[in-house]
């Protein structure tokens, strides 16, 4: 199981998530996302992350060349998240121009004519990542979705995930990688850090059940 913990604006909640085990750290360059981060907040927050193994995640919806080009030369970035509507060819470009730099490519879905096209992407992606249709919206698709989906590639679960549904979304999708955001807020936009450490027992539990 792999863990992403997602929309980081503040340090305290980030070394928190980092030294409670998760994978993947994410941070929000969306101006019209509540958990927006500028590049000179990220700076601090970037450099204040001690752990190697935890891969940083630029969350992007429609961002231009010139736009990444920005954080990649002020950031360690080691994936790109993109939730738009960026097409391959774009993902090409940007493949192209940060080569070391791997790619999530995020679906948003709400039935299963949503997947039709997901595949097409295998070539130029290296990771999935299936979301409500209003991202950051705090809501989750109807799981049943991704039942026998044909999967090339690895993929994160992600949408209105909390400690009350993970174990029937992971029953449901047998996912093997989580995205959580909303579900550690009581706040919107605000990380809590009693839900942060709630949510990373609740899982390293299950994974330890299901590993025995």
Known sequence: MKIK???FTELDSLKLAISCGCDFVGFVFYEKSPRYLD????????????????HKVAVLVDPSLDFLKQ???NLDINFWQFHGDEDIKFLEKVKNSFPKIKI??????????????VNQFNFITDLFLFDNKIAGSGNHFDWEILKNFNHQKE????????INNIYQALEITKAKM??????????????SKELIIQLMSFLKQNISAQNS
């Open 5 to 7: 913990l997602c929309g």
């Open 39 to 54: 590049i000179n907040s990220a700076k601090f927050l970037f450099s204040n992350i001690a752990n190697d193994d935890v």
């Open 71 to 73: 954080l990649n030369d």
């Open 104 to 117: 999530i490519k995020a679906f948003r879905i709400s039935n299963k004519e949503d997947l039709h096209n």
């Open 155 to 162: 993929w994160f679960l992600s949408g209105g995930l909390n």
């Open 178 to 191: 989580l995205d959580i955001s909303s579900g550690i807020e009581i706040i919107k936009g605000k990380k």
